[in-house]
């Protein structure tokens, strides 16, 4: 199914929007991607520089719990995000991810986080980010 979408993608000219779970799938078949949570983009830009560094939490998160290859489910455990979504009806005040996230402060729990610009095209929304160097903290 992915090969006659991307065949169709090439052969009339057309952009494809794919929404999946599955970051395998993202990795292979994206040109960018946007990084969701609690129905809000938290982190877009090329498929490459998120996959190597991911510069919100909850983008680090998401590609921590991917299998590496050639690693061992008994030898490497993946890492989970702790907690559970917010329901949309009650959302939490400032970053939608402060309740499960490890770097939250005190200023995450209160100031709703804008989307900015990391650089040429990677957006990210957090308040921490340009403090944090999440892909050197990225599970081996």
């Known amino acids: 199914m992915l090969e006659l979408m991307q065949d169709l993608q ?3 000219g057309m952009a494809i929007i794919f929404i999946t779970h599955d970051l395998g799938v993202v990795a292979e078949v994206a040109d960018r991607v946007v990084v969701m949570y609690a129905a809000q983009v938290v982190e877009t830009g090329g498929v ?3 996959f190597r560094n991911p510069r919100m939490p909850y983008t680090a998160g998401l590609m921590n719990s991917i299998p590496r290859l050639g690693s061992s489910i008994n030898k490497t455990r993946l890492e989970a995000i702790p907690g559970t979504v917010p329901a949309l009806t009650s959302l939490p005040e400032g970053c939608r991810f402060h309740p499960r ?3 939250a402060t005190e200023v995450c729990k ?3 986080p804008i989307l900015e610009s990391a650089s040429d095209g990677h957006m ?3 308040i921490r ?3 944090l160097n999440l892909s050197e ?4």
Do not use: G, H, M, V
């Open 10 to 12: 090439q052969k009339l």
């Open 48 to 50: 490459e520089d998120i």
């Open 101 to 103: 996230c490890a770097f």
């Open 110 to 112: 209160t100031a709703p």
């Open 124 to 126: 990210i929304r957090c």
């Open 129 to 131: 980010w340009r403090e």
């Open 137 to 140: 903290r990225r599970a081996s």
